[in-house]
């Protein structure tokens, strides 16, 4: 599985952002694979975002993201997003996507499938 993440850019702060993680290979559905969304702030180790199970019905988030980011996917079109809301200043990182063959999971060590990373940058 090929992974590709776009969407990242320059925002002020309380902005909107929607990151998409598109994937090319194994089919998200076919394989069942769940998707993740990490990063890795300036001086920082990657950290876990948020998951979402394969189905779509199970998502799970880091505390300082939950009420802002929401992470959603697209099977048909083998997409996966995040959209972040209320950006602050310290979620400016490279944001990744990574996919695992099971449902959610917050290690990065459970992830098969790395993207590379987008970067995003809000500015205050």
């Known amino acids: 599985v090929q992974l590709q993440a776009s969407g990242g850019g320059l925002v002020q702060t309380g902005g909107s952002l929607r990151l998409s993680c598109a994937a090319s290979g194994r089919t998200f559905s076919n394989y069942a694979l769940g998707l993740g969304w990490f990063r890795r702030a300036p001086g920082k180790e990657r950290e876990f975002v948020a998951a979402i199970s394969w189905r779509g019905d199970s998502t799970d988030y880091t505390n300082s993201v939950k009420g802002r980011f929401t992470v959603s996917r697209d099977n048909a079109k083998n997409t996966a997003f995040l959209q972040m809301n209320s950006l602050e200043p310290e979620d400016t990182a490279v944001y990744f996507c990574?996919?695992?063959?099971?449902?959610?999971?917050?290690?990065?060590?459970?992830?098969?499938?790395w993207g590379q990373g987008t970067l995003v940058t809000v500015s205050s």
């Open positions: 990574a996919a695992r063959y099971g449902g959610v999971a917050f290690r990065q060590a459970d992830y098969t499938y």
